[in-house]
DNA sequence: TCAGTATGTTATAAAAATATAACATGTCAA
DNA sequence: TTGACATGTTATATTTTTATAACATACTGA
């Protein structure tokens, strides 16, 4: 399938709880490659750099600049992209799973109440 | 955020593409390990259990035996989840750039029809 | 100009993930 | 029982990811 291949550098770029974290950051503000080291202060600089690169290749991540600065900014059209077109089989599997659960259930209350 | 820490081995386990091809595979029936690898043939039997104890260990796949088979299901909740707990906000994140970049539009083109 | 600062690049060490081989266990069915 | 089969385990090679160091570039403002 030609989609799941598309999603492989967004799920790879998801698969780190670090740059999750990052991009935890960049959903409240857009940050400079600076700010983030700051918040970031037990990870090396270029770890970070390196993070953001992942991010970027995978296109969570637009960079604009200003002078010397890099902002960051977080783009989230690919993650509801994967909610739109992966999860939802996988959600609606699991709900029909919880329902024919539910409906066992039922029938067995319902066994032991008559 | 401790969230985030639970949905680390999901992401982790949905991080590579041959994974998600079983769970695609299971999504639509329950299999053995054995028909797994004859779906498969390219990678071996090995790698398929490994990538099936990834999957198992992080809820994904849930195993029944039956004499000497093991059949692997399908467990789409985790992935139901993250839909519901960490991919929302993102993808209100991403609802709210879009209208911003159509409000943007819309003002552009109402100045050029003016 | 020039010191200080923010970012970029290249190389490399360390850790983790992936793939395979060799051997072990347990089940079925004749 | 016993041979074939399905799965499980342990060890190891290969590849990729993650983290850091050392050096390079480019912008700012005094």
Same mark, same amino acid.
């Given at each position: 399938m030609s989609t799941n291949d598309d999603f492989d550098p967004i799920f790879k770029a998801l698969a780190h709880a670090r740059r999750r974290a990052i991009l935890d950051c960049l959903k409240k503000e857009p940050m400079t490659t600076g700010g983030l080291c700051q918040h970031f202060h037990d990870m090396d600089r270029c770890t970070v750099m390196q993070h953001l690169k992942v991010l970027h290749d995978a296109g969570l991540v &637009? &960079?604009?600049?200003?002078?010397?600065e890099r902002w960051n900014h977080l783009n989230a059209l690919p993650i509801k992209e994967i909610a739109d077109r992966w999860i939802g089989d996988y959600a609606q599997h699991a709900v029909r799973m919880l329902s024919s659960l539910e409906r066992d259930l039922g029938l067995r209350n319902k066994k032991e109440t008559t």
């Open positions: &637009v &960079v604009t600049r200003e002078g010397r």
